[in-house]
C-alpha cells in the first residue's frame, strides 16, 4: 500500500511538473504568446472581489466539468494552497457535476478527491 501512495503522490506532483516543462518549451518558441497567456491568467487569479480561493474553486469545478486532468490537479492544488477545505472542494465538486452529470462526477470523485487528499496532507 505505501508504494502505490508513493506513484500517486508522484503523479500528481510530476503532473504539475509535466506542465512546467511543457510550457517551457513551448515559451522558447513563442515567448510573446507564452508571456501575454500567463499574464493574462495571473491577472485573472488576482484577489478582486472575488478571493483566490474562490477563484481557485471556480477553476477547478470548470475543469472537473471539462475533464482536464492537468488542470483538476493544479486548481485543487491551488484551492488547498488558498486555505479550501474538505467540504468547499466538495460543494465546488458538486455544482459541477450537477452540469457535467456522471463524466464530471466520475473526475470529481477520483482524481480531484485524490488530487486533495494528497495536497492537504502536505499542509
Known sequence: ????????????????????????RF????????KAYFDFTDACFQEGSIGKKEKQLIALGISVYAQDEYCIIY??????????????????????AALGGG?????GVTLAMDTYDHYKTKH
Open 1 to 24: 500500500m505505501e508504494e502505490n501512495y508513493e506513484e500517486m503522490e508522484n503523479y500528481f506532483d510530476q503532473s504539475i511538473m509535466d506542465y512546467k516543462q511543457g510550457s517551457s
Open 27 to 34: 515559451e522558447k518558441s513563442f515567448p510573446k504568446v507564452t
Open 75 to 96: 486548481h485543487t492544488k491551488g484551492a488547498v494552497d488558498n486555505g479550501a477545505t474538505e467540504e468547499e472542494f466538495m460543494e465546488a465538486i458538486s455544482v459541477s
Open 103 to 107: 463524466a464530471a462526477f466520475a473526475q
